[in-house]
């Protein structure tokens, strides 16, 4: 089953509260959502490290991870493009979530529970 998606927007501006003779008319052409791709995963992070594989997608405009658990972070790390080799590494906190804009595919995403197995949602949006 395929997911399609469309944003239109129209505008009008006109002194008169009936919109008569309108001073400017907008109505731009169609916005095409870029990402092609949505993944929604669940992830049990375990305190020896747990690998998401992202190497299959082209890009990543957006991970979302949600930690499932009400006590026990998450550490993930990952690799954006203005880093080089250098990972940047964020703790989720028992609850919390952590949305990524900036990630590089090549190098997965490892989720690492502090001290004990910590369920968590995972979403890619890609191509």
Do not use: W
Not at 13 to 32: D, G, I, L, M, Q
Not at 33 to 39: A, G, I, N, R, Y
Not at 65 to 73: E, L, R
């Amino acid at each position: 089953m395929a997911d399609y998606a469309k944003l239109e927007l129209e505008g009008t501006y006109s002194t008169f509260s009936t919109y008569k003779s309108p001073k400017v008319s907008f109505n731009p052409a169609e916005y095409a959502v870029t990402p092609d791709e949505f993944m929604h995963m669940e992830v049990q992070a375990n305190t020896g490290g747990t690998t998401v594989t992202t190497s299959h997608l082209s890009s990543a405009t957006a991970v979302v991870v949600k930690n499932n658990d009400s006590t026990n972070y998450v550490t993930a790390t990952f690799r954006s493009a203005g880093n080089s080799t250098n990972d940047n590494v964020i703790r989720v906190h028992a609850g919390g979530f952590l949305i990524i804009t900036d990630f590089t595919v090549a190098n997965n995403l490892a989720l690492v529970a502090n001290s004990a197995a910590v369920d968590c949602d995972v979403l890619i949006f890609g191509t």
